[in-house]
């Protein structure tokens, strides 16, 4: 039983859907996806300075830091918001916002990081990579689901929404893995998660 994971991920429940923006969630993000685009953008090239600043100081430059959690936040928010899990439109931002019905919360960075598992990320988080994978499939299957289920019905079944917040759950932990914010293998059960102590 882990005692502490660095990244949190809660998602609030509700169960009556709006059918109009429900039945043209993905035209509706068009905007974030552009947005989203430009963000990842930076979001590399910060990862690529991050990844040398690790390798040579075993430590996260703190800007650096707070500019990769923010964009966890973001991804995690808008996926959310494209896979149904909420209706609230996603802000174009990256900071904490716990009104917001999805949450990340991520602890403060490490004082030292190891430079083995910097170095080998991609081989060291590769099995996270391959449930993250096979958790991609089911986001797509419960996406078809709740699609029509609200669409038809005004409200999102509760099984569907425990499926979606799963995935995006594990999801969001195996991100914080492979983009060097954590460098502690993700669980995957939730029940395994206390909520991080103090969050960035």
Same mark, same amino acid.
């Given at each position: 039983?882990?005692?502490? %994971?660095?990244?949190?991920? &809660?998602?609030? #429940? ?6 109009? !923006? ?19 953008? =930076?979001?590399?090239?910060?990862? +690529? +300075?991050? /990844?040398?600043?690790?390798? #040579?100081?075993?430590?996260?430059? *703190? @800007? ?5 959690? @923010?964009?966890?936040?973001?991804? !995690?928010?808008?996926?959310? %918001?494209?896979?149904?899990?909420? &209706?609230? %439109? ?7 916002? &716990?009104? %917001? ?32 994978? =096979?958790? @991609? ?9 709740? /699609? #029509?289920?609200?669409?038809?019905? @005004? ?16 999801? !969001?932990?195996? &991100? ?5 914010? !954590? ?12 909520? *991080?102590?103090? =969050?960035?």
């Amino acid at each position: 039983m882990l005692t502490s %994971y660095p990244v949190t991920f &809660d998602m609030d #429940f509700v169960e009556r859907r709006s059918r109009l !923006t429900t039945f043209f969630r993905w035209i509706l993000a068009i905007p974030h996806l552009l947005f989203a685009c430009a963000y990842s953008l =930076a979001f590399y090239v910060v990862y +690529i +300075i991050a /990844w040398f600043a690790l390798m #040579f100081t075993a430590r996260w430059p *703190a @800007g650096l830091y707070e500019f990769a959690g @923010g964009f966890l936040r973001y991804i !995690t928010r808008l996926g959310a %918001y494209l896979y149904l899990g909420v &209706d609230r %439109y996603p802000p174009f931002t990256g900071a904490e916002d &716990d009104s %917001y019905p999805v949450r990340v919360h991520i602890a403060p960075a490490q004082d030292r990081y190891s430079r083995v598992k910097v170095f080998f990320r991609l081989f060291y988080a590769i099995v996270a990579i391959v449930i993250r994978y =096979a958790l @991609g499939i089911v986001l797509a299957f419960v996406l078809v689901l709740s /699609w #029509f289920a609200i669409v038809i019905t @005004g409200r999102q079944p509760a099984s569907l929404q425990d499926a979606l917040s799963f995935a995006l759950s594990y999801t !969001t932990r195996a &991100d914080a893995l492979i983009f060097l914010i !954590t460098e502690t293998y993700p669980p995957l059960s939730d029940s395994d998660v206390p909520s *991080a102590q103090a =969050a960035i």
